[in-house]
């Protein structure tokens, strides 16, 4: 009895190309079909490109960031009481996040250099809950947006924070990153619904 495959058609966008779904019959195989997909352009190659964005208006663009870092009891103490043998563990995660907000393009190939007029990040401590919120905020005026490095600098912050702690605790977990807000730009603006403005 032969199987029963189920298809979705749709087609999907691939760096301004359509993907083609494309069936066909392949001999040996269980199902009798193997699915391919097929960029629809002259060459049937998908080149990586960072998108154009010369023709886009240049316009004031906001981005911020956060992540959640649960430490545990003992690092939480450790913290708050300033005694982690490698330092001040907020003021070198912030410094990190906001060193790594500038050097985004180096680590996300396709993200353009940006002239970032501002890129902040705060580490805050909840004893009660044993975990570390790392917020970031990026500021540019650009044609593109600054949300992949409000992203990075939270993201940053947070394995600092990891580096730093793990001689007390491995089991620390950066969870939760997500983008809160970002403004500017033909997309106009989003918050997120947990975000607070």
Do not use: W
Request: charge should be positive.
């Amino acid at each position: 009895m032969a199987a029963k495959v189920s298809m979705n058609l749709s087609k999907v966008a691939f760096n301004g190309a359509m993907l083609m779904p494309v069936f066909r019959r392949v001999p040996g195989s269980n199902h009798g079909l193997e699915h391919a997909v097929r960029l629809k352009t002259s060459d049937a190659k998908a080149h990586p490109q960072m998108v154009d964005v010369s023709s886009k208006e240049a316009t004031r663009r906001i981005a911020r960031a956060a992540c959640t870092v649960i430490v545990g009891d003992a690092v939480a103490r450790a913290l708050a009481e300033g005694s982690v043998k490698k330092g001040d563990v907020f003021t070198v995660s912030e410094v990190a996040g906001i060193m790594a907000a500038k050097r985004t393009p180096d680590i996300l190939p396709l993200c353009h250099p940006l002239p970032l007029s501002k890129a902040s990040v705060q580490c805050r401590l909840d004893t009660a809950t044993s975990t570390v919120e790392v917020s970031s905020e990026v500021l540019c005026e650009g044609s593109t947006g600054v949300e992949m490095e409000s992203l990075t600098a939270a993201a940053t912050a947070a394995l600092c924070i990891y580096d730093m702690c793990k001689p007390i605790s491995k089991g620390i977990v950066i969870t939760n990153l997500r983008l809160l807000s970002k403004s500017g730009g033909k997309s106009g603006d989003y918050v997120a619904e947990d975000a607070v403005v």
